[in-house]
């Protein structure tokens, strides 16, 4: 069920506007069975009519599934700098399909589009919808892509490009920025109804505890500290943190600028518009903490009513504390399931970040290190592991092998069993920029195969996959570490 309320000019009815002779450019086959939508043998829906409706063009006359599609408004701190109101300049809400919200990304413009088109191209709608199922797969909490329908419309960016607007689907797409914005307006009856909302839809259990707002908080807090521990144990890198880009239910939410690192390098940017590197791969932990302090701020009225203000603020600060405890928490656990270790181990840390660091200096590449290290002989002599090729000081990743082998030993861990348990956590696919490059300029020919290859592989990123083998390799010299643009 979506947040809507009557008379709240945060929820704005907003048709979305049609676009010209749209086509498809793509359709999940798992998104479609999340929502029961049938597909035929091209892997299309079988009701024609969900094109009118995922291009925005069927809305116009009284449709009975989704009658009241609309935007809302949300604030936000972008760059770590307050921006006031921001809101869905280019995604409506069309409303529910069982139990997800369905939502147009590039719709047209909203009350809430300022200066923008209120459209997405087709190189970004590929990105999102490639990335949200990728995603997905890998077992990351993230929105979900139903499709994208593309048209020949115009629409500008640095270059000329052309329209496409993605459906994407969530249990709810609301974000720290929603809080925000109630809180900096003042209204606390508004800031109140969305958190009675989201406790009564999807923190049920908050109500279980006599402080349901301090419960929702900390639930929301772990949730995000759980999330990028997972983003950085697949150095998945967001691009763009802002507390409007943050979701409540910890979802991975707004692909733009984003990439997955290819060679470890510690302090990327994959956003060449984060000059400052906010949002580098090794700050995103702090960066989300921050984010949850804003959240923190927003919800102080909530706690005030009860406590006061000054008490309010220490219940909320002291929760926010436990934020970094959860992140360690997790990141160790993946980390030591991404090295094969079945037990817990004081010494553990320490080898992960000598790991790291030595990843780091030789500029190693981290998917696949991780994926090979999984095949490891552990009776093997050092000199013989051809891991040890990828990294320039070969005297320290020696002695890191020896201390790794030790610590396999001491928890008598078995070759085959642990090789097993590695590729399940170690994906050997990721969404390379390179990867989706070439699928963007392919289908920028209207060839659109590539997308729907890469959806496939993707989908089974654990999988062995040996026909699309290539697809897992380092990109080219000339292709690597590609900065992306922020505009989408
Ligand atoms: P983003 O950085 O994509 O998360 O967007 C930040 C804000 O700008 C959000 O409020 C978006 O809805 C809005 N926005 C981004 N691109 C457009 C666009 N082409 N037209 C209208 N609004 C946009
Ligand atoms: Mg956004």
Redesign the pocket.
């Known amino acids: 069920m979506a947040f809507t309320l009557s008379g709240n000019d945060a929820c704005q009815a907003t048709l979305p506007t049609p676009i010209p002779n749209p086509y498809w450019v793509a359709f999940s086959p798992s998104s479609a069975k999340l929502v029961g939508i049938d597909l035929d043998e091209n892997h299309l829906p079988v009701d024609k009519t969900w094109l009118e409706v995922l291009s925005g063009n069927g809305l116009n006359t009284a449709n009975h599934q989704f009658p009241n599609p609309m935007a809302t408004a949300y604030s936000g701190h972008q760059f770590g700098v307050w921006a006031g109101q921001?809101?869905?300049?280019?995604?409506i809400l069309l409303g529910d399909i069982a139990s997800q919200e369905l939502q147009l990304k590039g719709a047209g413009?909203t009350r809430?589009?300022?200066m923008?088109?209120?459209?997405?191209v087709l190189r970004s709608s590929i990105r999102e919808f490639l990335c949200s199922e990728s995603m997905h797969a890998l077992g990351i909490p993230t929105t979900r892509a139903l499709s994208i329908v593309g048209s020949d419309m115009p629409v500008r960016r640095e270059t000329l490009e052309t329209a496409a607007v993605c459906a994407r689907l969530a249990p709810s797409f609301i974000r720290v920025g929603h809080f925000e914005h109630y809180a900096s307006l003042q209204n606390h009856a508004r800031l109140k109804e969305l958190a009675d909302y989201l406790i009564e839809i999807h923190y049920p259990e908050s109500l279980q505890t006599d402080e349901p707002y301090l419960e929702l908080f900390k639930r929301i807090c772990a949730r995000n500290a759980n999330l990028v521990a997972q983003w950085q144990a697949v150095g998945f890198c967001h691009g763009?943190l802002?507390s409007?880009?943050i979701s409540v239910l910890g979802l991975t939410i707004?692909y733009?600028p984003f990439g997955f690192l290819d060679q470890f390098q510690i302090d990327h940017i994959c956003n060449h518009s984060d000059q400052g590197g906010r949002y580098a791969y090794h700050r995103q932990p702090q960066i989300m903490h921050w984010n949850m302090a804003c959240l923190a701020s927003a919800m102080i009225p909530l706690l005030e009513l009860r406590h006061g203000e000054k008490e309010a603020q220490d219940l909320l600060r002291s929760a926010l504390e436990e934020f970094p405890n959860t992140y360690a928490r997790a990141w160790q656990s993946l980390f030591r399931n991404k090295l094969g270790f079945s037990t817990e181990q004081d010494r553990d840390v320490a080898l992960i970040e000598r790991l790291l660091q030595a990843m780091h200096d030789s500029k190693v590449d981290f998917t696949n290190f991780f994926r090979n290290l999984g095949k490891l002989k552990s009776k093997l002599p050092i000199s013989q592991i051809s891991l040890r090729d990828d990294f320039i000081d070969r005297d320290a990743i020696d002695l890191w092998f020896v201390d790794y082998l030790a610590r396999l030993q001491s928890e008598s861990s078995n070759d085959s069993e642990r090789h097993l348990a590695m590729n399940r956590v170690n994906p050997k696919y990721i969404l390379r920029n390179h990867l989706a490059q070439f699928a963007i300029e392919q289908a920028q020919k209207k060839d659109f195969s590539e997308v729907s290859k890469l959806l496939k592989i993707l989908s089974n990123p654990f999988d062995d996959q040996p026909e699309f083998a290539s697809y897992s390799l380092a990109p080219p010299p000339d292709m690597d570490m590609v900065e992306v643009s922020?505009s989408?």
Not at 86 to 91: E, K, S, T, V
Not at 116 to 120: T, V, Y
Request: with cysteine; proline share 0%; charged share 30%.
């Open positions: 921001l809101g869905d300049g280019r995604a413009i809430f589009s300022r923008g088109d209120g459209r997405a763009v802002n409007d880009n707004d733009g922020c989408s």
